[in-house]
């Protein structure tokens, strides 16, 4: 016969037992699959939205900056040309009328100043500004003097090119780095396409 503690400790493993069952029948526990699953499929497809959204949203920018590149490339490209042919009529024809070519170019140095300029050419525009405002340091000096001296103007001359030369290699820089493709030709103008659409600079 069983003592009154092992009788105790008896029944205490019977109650343990009946509950065990009760409770393993009464509450089915889900598979845990199922919200894998689901959970998965879910971050899958969320994934996958994400990234095409991602990736039309880049080609749109790209698309936009690019064109804002142009705008700005073809716009600059005019005061530039127009800056340039001022410089070489006044150095070549003697008659010309110098005020109104210094005032004329200064205009055009603040109109380049103004204009708005995307943030991948803000270098190259402080570079073409320094060429521009070295030609209008030209056009002052043929301004103030009467009798040209040749080796001063040529000095002068000489810094404008390398100005020049810095001015062109920034733009190369920034058509490689928003990956444009260019060929420079040997007269010093750049070919550049956009969208398939050739540009020159």
């Known amino acids: 016969m069983l003592t009154a503690a092992q009788q105790k ?4 493993l019977e109650e343990l037992q009946t ?15 199922g919200h894998s699953l689901k959970k998965w499929v879910y971050l899958t497809i969320g994934f996958i939205g994400f990234m095409f ?5 880049t080609i ?5 900056n690019h064109e804002r590149l142009t705008s700005y ?18 150095i070549e024809q003697s008659s010309t009328d110098m005020e109104k070519a210094k005032a004329n170019h200064t205009l055009l140095l603040k109109r380049l100043n103004a204009l708005e300029t995307p943030s991948s050419l803000k270098a190259h525009k402080k570079e073409l500004r320094d060429a521009m405002e070295q030609r209008l340091d ?3 000096y043929l301004t103030s003097v009467k009798n040209k001296d040749s080796l001063m103007l040529n000095k002068k001359l000489m810094e404008l090119h390398i100005k020049e ?10 058509l490689a780095q928003e990956k444009i493709k260019y ?9 550049y396409w956009v969208d398939d659409k050739k540009y020159t600079y």
Not at 19 to 33: G, I, K, R, T, W
């Open 9 to 12: 400790v008896k029944r205490e």
């Open 19 to 33: 509950n065990a069952l009760f409770h393993s029948d009464s509450e089915a526990v889900p598979p845990a699959e």
């Open 53 to 57: 959204i991602s990736f039309f949203l």
């Open 60 to 64: 749109e920018l790209l698309t936009s």
């Open 73 to 90: 490339l073809s716009i600059e490209q005019n005061y530039y040309r127009q800056s340039e042919k001022l410089l070489n009529v006044s």
């Open 138 to 140: 030209i056009l002052t």
């Open 165 to 174: 030369e810095l001015a062109m290699d920034s733009l190369l820089e920034v």
């Open 183 to 191: 060929v420079m030709k040997n007269d010093g103008t750049i070919n």
